[in-house]
């Protein structure tokens, strides 16, 4: 189980987008995730005719490390640490550090 999963609200805690919130669009194996509108790069992409796909700069969102991104609490409008708790029920859930509150509904 991951601390952060796809549809997570997460802000950036470092680099040149530190402060920023977004959307977690994907989670990749190798412990980066990719945000939405956050770590944008140009990229230089030539045009593919088989795909229909113009040539040009494109403007896209690049990964960034899990360790570098923190879960949103709405509670305290910050991001926060999350730990796993289980349930008296057996279910594993995320928690939230600073107050308890479970993550998943």
């Known amino acids: 189980m991951h601390r952060i999963r796809k549809?997570?609200?997460v802000v950036v805690t470092t680099?040149?987008?530190?402060?920023?919130?977004?959307?977690?669009?994907?989670?990749?194996?190798?412990?980066?995730?990719?945000?939405?509108?956050?770590?944008?790069v140009k990229k230089h992409?030539?045009?593919?005719?088989?795909?229909?796909?113009?040539g040009g700069i494109v403007q896209k969102e690049a990964p960034i490390h899990v360790s570098n991104v923190m879960l949103f609490n709405p509670a305290t409008k910050k991001g926060d640490r999350v730990g796993f708790?289980?349930?008296?029920?057996?279910?594993?859930?995320?928690?939230?550090?600073s107050n308890g509150e479970v993550v998943d509904a």
Not at 15 to 35: E, Y
Not at 45 to 54: H, I, L, S, T, V
């Open 45 to 54: 992409q030539k045009p593919n005719p088989q795909r229909n796909a113009p």
């Open 15 to 40: 680099g040149r987008d530190k402060g920023r919130q977004g959307t977690v669009i994907r989670v990749l194996a190798d412990d980066h995730v990719v945000v939405e509108n956050v770590n944008m």
């Open 85 to 97: 708790k289980k349930l008296d029920d057996g279910r594993k859930v995320r928690v939230f550090k």
């Open 7 to 9: 549809g997570d609200q």
